[in-house]
Each structure stands twice: as structure tokens, then as C-alpha cells.
């Protein structure tokens, strides 16, 4: 085959690239068609969370005034606060240093991964499976049960949820049964509307009326016509919220409504430590920042599976 020329490269679009920058395309495309690094922050969370007791090199519940913010091994000696006794001893067993009763904020913060973890687990499921099957019944059956889980829906969003969490605490006492229940109740709600407005399409399309006319049931209809229709959908809201419930468990946890102490989980340590930050910022900072990572990195995952499950916009990037 004979060689093209150079101009004829140009007007194909043919450009040749050094062998760096090759590279370098290959891993900027390989990024943008995969959702390489949210991915492997996700790993690394759902790996700390579930290995936790293993990795944790201290028990996260104990520690000693002795050993109070002790900064991270890691950190240099020109950032850290001159009204700060510094133990070197005990400096160098702690990686990400210690609060200010002397607990390992790394081993806390292994063990505050595995509460996220089930918390937004639980939450997402169950609101999954509550709002996906609200919104089918509401789009499919209309009239008064399209009225009233529409109305139910409308009267939630409009309440406040912190206030309803903060009301509900002082009403039954600070417990994880009771943040669990919040966090189902505010899981459920994002499906319903997008759920519904999409059964409103399916169920009008011929396969539907051809299951009606073959006489089957309505079970069989919504299972085996209406949910294959709106599962794609539902996986994608559930992919977007588990980054807001993360979050809202942290806020709850903050504001003193979340887990009890002592156990640990991010919300409290950055309340904990918010009144040492202008002293000692590790035990406030690094689990805020975890707490940013990972939601970011599931907003990023939703999006990109929003893209690849949806063809109106699915994007194919070569």
C-alpha cells in the first residue's frame, strides 16, 4: 500500500504524535470514556471499610492526654503549631497523627468508612426498592393513587430535612436505628418523580398493550414490562444519591444527631475537631477531605453511568 503524503494526512485528520504524547492521549481518552479514578477512590473506601479492623494499627476508642495532637509523621516540622508538645515516640506510630483525647485519626477513620458504608447501603437499598415502586404504581394506575403518592411526595419535599432529624432526636434520643430511619426516608424520595414520569412513557408503548390484550396480569405487566423499562433509570438515581446520603450522614453526625459517640465516623471528627483547627487541622481536615473525595467520586460514577445507560445521552469517545 502506498505511503500517504503529508498533505494528504492533514486532510484526514491524521496527525502524527511523539511516543509521549501518544501516551499521554491514550490515558486522557481512557479517563474520559472510563471513570478510572472515582472508581478507584470507591475501591479504596469500600476495601478500608470492610478490611477496617484489619488495617487499623490502634484502637480507634482508646487513647491518652499524653499522646493528644500529635501530628502525622509525614508533616513538616515548620507546619506544625509552637503551642503543640510534640512526642516524637508517639508521633511516629500514629500515620495521620492524633485528636485531642489521643485516638489515631487513621484508625478512626478506617472504622468511620465502614459506617458510611453501611449506612448508605441500607439507605439506597431500601429507598430503592420503596421509591422505584412507588413511581410505577403512580404512573401506571393513575387517578386517586397518581394523587396521593404525588401528593405524599410533595408534602416531604417540602419539609425540611434537618429540622425533621433534629426534632426526631430530641423526641426519641440520639441512636443508629434512628439514623437509619431517616436516612431510608430520605432515600425514597428522589425515584419517585423521575420513575413515575417514565412509566408514564413505557406503559403507553405496543408491547404493553399487546401484554393486555394476551390477558396478562397487572403483577406481570409492572414486572415484566414496566420495571425492565425503568430499572436503567432507577440504577442511575441510586448511583447520584448515595453521594448525598454520605454526606447528609455526615452533616447529621456533626450536629450531634448522627451515630453516638464514641463510635466514629467522619461528621464527628470534623466536629470534634473543628475547635482545635487553627492548632491541630488533621483530625477536621482529613476527614472532611475523605468525605469530599468520595462524593465527588460517585457523582462522577452516576454521571458517567447516566451516560452509558441512557442513548439519548450515551457518549462514544474514541
Known amino acids: 500500500m502506498q505511503m500517504m503524503t503529508e498533505i494528504e494526512r492533514d486532510l484526514l485528520g491524521i496527525r502524527e504524535y511523539p511516543p509521549v504524547i501518544r501516551q499521554l492521549r491514550s490515558a486522557w481518552l481512557f479517563t474520559r470514556r472510563w471513570?478510572?479514578?472515582?472508581?478507584?477512590?470507591?475501591?479504596?473506601?469500600?476495601?478500608?471499610?470492610?478490611?477496617?479492623?484489619?488495617?487499623a494499627t490502634h484502637d480507634p476508642y482508646s487513647g491518652g492526654l499524653r499522646s493528644r495532637h500529635q501530628p502525622p509523621p509525614w508533616l513538616p516540622d515548620g507546619m506544625i503549631h509552637e503551642s503543640l508538645r510534640v512526642n516524637e515516640?508517639?508521633?511516629?506510630?500514629?500515620?495521620?497523627?492524633?485528636?485531642?483525647?489521643?485516638?489515631?485519626?487513621f484508625s478512626r477513620m478506617l472504622f468511620g468508612a465502614r459506617i458510611s458504608l453501611v449506612v448508605a447501603g441500607i439507605a439506597i437499598v431500601?429507598?430503592?426498592?420503596?421509591?422505584?415502586?412507588?413511581?410505577?404504581l403512580s404512573g401506571y394506575s393513575g387517578g386517586w393513587v397518581d394523587e396521593v403518592i404525588t401528593r405524599l411526595v410533595d408534602i416531604w419535599q417540602a419539609l425540611p430535612f434537618l429540622m425533621v432529624a433534629l426534632v426526631c432526636v430530641l423526641l426519641f434520643g440520639q441512636s443508629t436505628t434512628l439514623l437509619l430511619f431517616l436516612m431510608v426516608a430520605l432515600a425514597w424520595n428522589p425515584f419517585v418523580r423521575v420513575i413515575r414520569s417514565q412509566t408514564l412513557v413505557v406503559k403507553t408503548q405496543p408491547?404493553?398493550?399487546?401484554?393486555?390484550?394476551?390477558?396478562?396480569?397487572?403483577?406481570?405487566?409492572l414486572t415484566r414490562h414496566i420495571l425492565p423499562g425503568v430499572i436503567n433509570t432507577a440504577v442511575v438515581i441510586a448511583t447520584l444519591s448515595v453521594g448525598s446520603l454520605i454526606l447528609a450522614e455526615a452533616a447529621l453526625s456533626f450536629?450531634?444527631?448522627?451515630?453516638?459517640?464514641?463510635t466514629p465516623t467522619w461528621g464527628s471528627m470534623v466536629s470534634e475537631g473543628r475547635a482545635y483547627i487553627t492548632s491541630a487541622w488533621w483530625p477536621t481536615v482529613l476527614p472532611g477531605l475523605a468525605i469530599f473525595l468520595v462524593v465527588m467520586s460517585l457523582n462522577f460514577t452516576g454521571d458517567w453511568l447516566r451516560?452509558?445507560?441512557?442513548?439519548?445521552?450515551?457518549?462514544?469517545?474514541?
Do not use: K, N, W
Not at 207 to 221: E, K, N, P, T
Not at 307 to 318: C, E, G, H, I
Open 207 to 221: 408491547y404493553v398493550d399487546l401484554a393486555r390484550v394476551a390477558g396478562c396480569s397487572q403483577f406481570r405487566i
Open 89 to 105: 515516640e508517639v508521633r511516629a506510630e500514629h500515620l495521620l497523627g492524633t485528636d485531642h483525647t489521643g485516638r489515631d485519626v
Open 35 to 55: 471513570p478510572a479514578i472515582p472508581m478507584v477512590v470507591l475501591a479504596t473506601l469500600i476495601f478500608c471499610g470492610v478490611f477496617a479492623p484489619v488495617l
Open 307 to 318: 451516560d452509558r445507560l441512557d442513548p439519548r445521552l450515551r457518549q462514544l469517545l474514541d
Open 255 to 262: 450536629l450531634g444527631a448522627g451515630v453516638p459517640p464514641p
Open 126 to 136: 431500601s429507598g430503592f426498592i420503596t421509591g422505584t415502586t412507588l413511581g410505577i
